[in-house]
């Protein structure tokens, strides 16, 4: 009987100490007082010994029965087809820039740029408000009838986008119809992932978010070569086919790991109860503010400086290769410094590209450039790890309703 306490008491001490240990920064041996009992607070580390599993669960974010490949043929592929969807979504969102001064300069010359901005700016809100539904929709149902109804959605917008030629028709074909494909599209991406990693998640999703970035490098190129060698309807069929082989990828390689029917409500709002997860949300709001207005912006804000439109493509390309770059650098760091350590530094370092480079030296091609990689660099990281950091606090079976939650707050931005 004697031994058998001892190893329940050592089975007890051993998830204590390493919680202490991560969150504290206590040395594993260090005297904690657990007679005590805890506020109930997400930040709090000191609770009764029975609470103990508990309270492993809230620091890792996962539950104790839960197991994760973190690697394998599967997981691998899961990860690439995720890739393919966040080209084909996130990289077409980081390509506005070039489709509002299209249109700009041709079908809508008449509008101000501000109401033009209405239109990639509709595109990015329900490619990322949809999501509220779409997540606890992936963690009941699983991904491939959502992936096939978020394709169909997504090529219908923009094969009816090369025939538009009133606003409202550029409002209603890439707005709406494609946004609210690639919400379906891309939040079953992003859910996909923490699914099969744990010690390697923000690795895979640093993979995975850099087709986002690809894309940002080679379909601004592509629309600018189509634009003019092909002219506009072509070219946007041609985006709307490169997109639909990404898509049909995505589609056949993204699986779930958890079985159907695991989530239990359709929105759940008592996650904002946690106040890590809200935090968090709020942090990716105002980081998903400046990146996406900023990118949007970018190829119109060069022009204005007096630079030519194949500069302003070419200063995109350079920082979506810079943030390609930092979202492949970022997850290894991440996983070996601590995701949010990492996060933090990384904000830190897109602020100092911003007020430091871009502000003061931003009508400089040299400027330009400079502000290109580091912020490229920056931004791409910590887009990229904020999925991570979500899968770090959620249970497997909540990752999905939690990564819509998160952003379709976001889409406000």
């Known amino acids: 009987m004697q031994n058998s306490t001892i190893s329940v008491q050592q089975a007890v001490q051993e998830p204590w100490q390493s919680a202490s240990t991560s969150v504290s920064g206590y040395p594993s041996g260090h005297n904690t007082n657990l007679d005590e009992e805890a506020p109930r607070s997400a930040f709090s580390i000191i609770e009764p010994p029975a609470e103990l599993s508990t309270l492993t669960t809230h620091l890792t974010g996962h539950s104790t029965d839960e197991t994760f490949p973190d690697g394998g043929l599967q997981a691998w592929c899961v990860v690439m087809g995720s890739f393919c969807l966040l080209m084909g979504t996130f990289g077409v969102m980081n390509t506005t820039g070039i489709l509002q001064n299209y249109f700009a300069t041709h079908q809508l010359a008449s509008y101000s740029p501000s109401a033009i901005g209405w239109i990639p700016g509709l595109f990015t809100f329900f490619g990322l408000g949809v999501s509220v539904q779409v997540g606890p929709m992936f963690d009941r149902y699983g991904p491939r009838t959502i992936l096939i109804t978020g394709t169909v959605c997504y090529v219908a917008g923009l094969l009816l986008l090369a025939e538009s030629h009133l606003y409202w028709h550029f409002v209603l074909t890439l707005g709406v119809l494609s946004g609210t494909g690639a919400a379906l599209l891309s939040t079953v991406a992003l859910a996909s992932v923490p699914q099969w990693f744990d010690q390697k998640a923000a690795l895979a999703i640093g993979i995975s978010m850099s087709g986002a970035g690809l894309g940002g ?197």
Do not use: H
């Open 217 to 413: 490098v080679v379909l601004p190129f592509v629309l600018r070569a189509g634009f003019t060698n092909l002219g506009y309807k072509w070219t946007i069929r041609l985006l709307a086919f490169l997109v639909l082989v990404l898509c049909m990828v995505g589609t056949v390689l993204v699986k779930a790991r958890l079985p159907k029917g695991r989530s239990k409500s359709t929105v759940n709002l008592r996650s904002l109860q946690d106040p890590r997860f809200t935090w968090l949300t709020l942090g990716i709001f105002a980081l998903e503010l400046e990146v996406f207005a900023g990118i949007g912006l970018y190829p119109t804000y060069v022009i204005m400086q007096g630079f030519s439109t194949n500069t302003s493509v070419i200063l995109l390309a350079v920082l979506n290769i810079a943030s390609t770059v930092g979202r492949l650098g970022a997850g290894g760091v991440a996983d070996r410094f601590g995701r949010i350590n990492t996060q933090t530094a990384l904000i830190a370092v897109g602020a100092f590209a911003v007020f430091v480079i871009w502000l003061p030296f931003g009508n400089s091609l040299a400027g330009l450039y400079m502000f290109s990689v580091i912020f490229g660099l920056a931004s791409g990281s910590f887009l990229s790890l904020a999925p991570a950091c979500i899968g770090q606090i959620s249970k497997a079976s909540e990752v999905g309703g939690r990564f819509g939650l998160t952003y379709s707050i976001v889409s406000f931005a």
